[in-house]
């Protein structure tokens, strides 16, 4: 192919064949064109020459990128031995940071140290990176002491002090190589957990909650709520049972025979009792009316107030006012309750009060009171003084009964002793968690009946009044909605249940700071066993010294989570990969391992409860403090 000539027209036939021969192939001539500029160009295959020349070649074995480092490495020679050279090749390795130079009056006070924004992804090749890419920026007289990210325990100024030396006059961090800087890493993991009844039941401290469903029995309507089922029935909310009949009295004073293990209900409420024995009672059969003392009968077989007709008509005046009680059961110098039916017929003289004080003209009043019996009874027979001489009454009596203790409803039958079984109510409560009760009588006043679970049986000698008309669930259980005396309440008032409950677990986690972290692997093999170093009962508070993510926490008595506190030495574990963490309670160190000793390997501990459990990926290194933290709830 022929080209363009470059001799003159006079040119010799040799001088042109020769420079046809040595012409350049026309394809080369578009290469040879950009040789002037090809520095700008980049191209791959001239990168690792191109960086030689601008004497960068040093850093590429820290530096991946050979295009960043080409396009800012000029600049970066320009900045060598500067604060922005250093910068600017942390930014090259992707561990941007804060430079700390040391203060002028330490001995080492060429010194710095670099505060990096971020943990680097792993031990090696990142550290390796930061360090060489640092030593070849850094101003010449200038040492590079220590990385440090997540981490910072700087050493204590002890000079001409006797703690000079001490560990408290070095700084955290170890090194990777010889006199290499210190890097001094730390990684924080944070969860919350609340304690389940497993756990609980496993450490003996279990207090079921406090429920949130609502619970309402009313004896009057015999309507329920049971949670959600607001149709419910008195049947589906309580259990029934007595062995015997009992009498239970209604608003207008009269009184209703129930069979059986039948509910004693009236418009007054349910009547519950526990069981009564009838000691004594006057039957005219049983007792001498022919003493000089003793009451006139007048009249017997009258209809008495409880459906029967045993009352009889007395007569009590001056000449005769004792009534005869056998004496079977009753002890001398003894206070029994007394209790009887008494209608009043006609009365001159009668006194206030006494056992006649309420009598009504023509109407059966029960009459009840106690009496304490002489030192020394009269052979078989106790007398009871029902009138003072001077007054002269004639009433209608039935129901006569002796008990040992307070006075309960009328007992039938028509023996000397006789016994009245206990009434048997049993709350059936929905679910595992406590409830707080709150007993309505007919009068309107309540009793608590706090921390109850499941069926319940209810006592009815520890009730204040023996007719009830409603069993509910204090849905807030604080003391702004308790409807019962104050100083029945065993919550403080700014409590709650809810509350107290807390608190109460938690004191006891304080009180028992006995805890490692146990570190396992994705196939469930312990790596190791790390001490805890705080447990703390702990309440929120905006300053708190305590931190569990964007949350701070104070140490308080009152406190209803308890704040749980472990961190790794650097190294410990490493090279494995931690896949789960839980919170072993109790454990027993092998023989020959010194008390307190921080870090335990596998076999090291053994026994104890294990609790919080939680799946947490941690790769272990060399140069990184692990700190997990829990945040324990109930």
């Not at 050979?66 to 020679?77: A, F, P």
């Not at 703690?163 to 210190?182: F, I």
């Not at 450490?203 to 009057?220: D, M, Q």
Request: some cysteine; charged content about 20%; glycine content about 10%.
């Amino acid at each position: 192919m022929t080209v363009q000539s470059l001799l003159p027209p006079n040119g010799k036939p040799f001088l042109r064949a020769f420079e046809q021969a040595i012409a350049p192939e026309p394809k080369l001539i578009p290469s040879i064109d950009l040789i002037p500029d090809i520095k700008g160009r980049e191209l791959p295959g001239w990168l690792k020459f191109l960086l030689y020349e601008y004497g960068l070649i040093e850093l590429t074995p820290y530096v991946t990128n050979d295009y960043v480092l080409l396009n800012d490495g000029r600049i970066w020679q320009i900045e060598r031995d500067t604060w922005a050279a250093v910068n600017r090749g942390l930014g090259w390795v992707s561990a941007p940071g804060v430079i700390a130079e040391a203060p002028s009056r330490r001995a080492w006070w060429n010194s710095f140290q670099l505060y990096l924004a971020s943990l680097p992804p792993a031990d090696v090749p990142n550290l390796e990176r930061i360090d060489r890419v640092t030593e070849l920026a850094k101003p010449f007289r200038s040492d590079f002491r220590r990385g440090v990210q997540g981490y910072d325990a700087p050493a204590l100024e002890t000079d001409s002090t006797k703690l000079d030396g001490s560990l408290l006059d070095r700084e955290s961090g170890v090194r990777l190589r010889a006199g290499g800087p210190l890097w001094s890493f730390g990684r924080v993991h944070e969860y919350e957990h609340k304690l389940t009844r497993p756990e609980g039941e496993a450490l003996g401290i279990w207090e079921p909650a406090i429920s949130a469903a609502a619970f309402l029995v009313n004896f009057l309507t015999g309507e329920a709520v049971i949670g959600d089922d607001e149709s419910a029935t008195i049947e589906d909310a309580t259990d029934f049972a007595r062995t015997s009949g009992k009498f239970a009295q209604a608003l207008d004073g009269t009184w209703v025979a129930f069979g059986e293990g039948e509910r004693a209900i009236t418009d007054r409420g349910l009547s519950l009792e526990p069981e009564a024995t009838r000691l004594s009672q006057f039957w005219l059969d049983e007792n001498p009316v022919d003493d000089d003392l003793a009451a006139d009968v007048l009249l017997t077989g009258l209809p008495d107030a409880l459906g029967g007709n045993t009352a009889f008509r007395v007569q009590f005046s001056d000449a005769g006012w004792l009534l005869y009680v056998p004496a079977d059961g009753i002890e001398p110098a003894t206070t029994y309750g007394v209790s009887f039916f008494a209608k009043l017929i006609s009365a001159s003289g009668l006194p206030p009060g006494g056992f006649f004080g309420d009598l009504a003209l023509g109407a059966w009043v029960r009459i009840e009171g106690t009496v304490t019996t002489p030192a020394l009874l009269d052979g078989q027979w106790l007398d009871i003084s029902l009138l003072m001489p001077g007054a002269t009454v004639v009433v209608d009596l039935c129901g006569f009964q002796v008990e040992a203790d307070r006075v309960t409803s009328p007992i039938a039958g028509n023996e000397i002793t006789a016994v009245r079984a206990a009434d048997e109510l049993t709350i059936s409560l929905p679910g595992e968690d406590q409830f707080n009760l709150t007993i309505t009588f007919d009068d309107g006043a309540a009793q608590p009946l706090l921390s109850v679970v499941g069926d319940t049986p209810l006592d009815p000698s520890a009730l204040i009044r023996e007719y009830v008309r409603e069993i509910g669930s204090l849905r807030v259980g604080t003391w702004e909605s308790m409807a019962f005396p104050w100083e029945d309440a065993d919550f403080p008032w700014n409590g709650d249940a809810v509350s107290a409950r807390a608190r109460s677990l938690a004191a006891w986690f304080e009180a028992n700071p006995e805890a490692h972290f146990r570190l396992k692997a994705a196939g469930g093999a312990v790596i190791g066993y790390r001490r805890v170093r705080v447990v703390r009962q702990s309440q929120a508070r905006f300053n708190g010294p305590l931190r569990h993510g964007a949350a701070r926490f104070a140490a308080s008595d009152e406190g209803t989570v308890v704040y749980i506190d472990a961190m790794t030495d650097a190294g410990n574990g490493q090279p494995q990969a931690v896949a789960s963490v839980d919170l072993l309670l109790g454990g027993t160190p092998a023989p020959g391992i010194p008390p307190g000793r921080l870090w335990l390997a596998p076999g090291e501990l053994s026994g104890g409860t294990a609790i919080a459990p939680k799946f947490l990926s941690i790769p272990l290194r060399a140069t990184v403090r692990e700190r997990i933290k829990v945040l324990l709830r109930f």
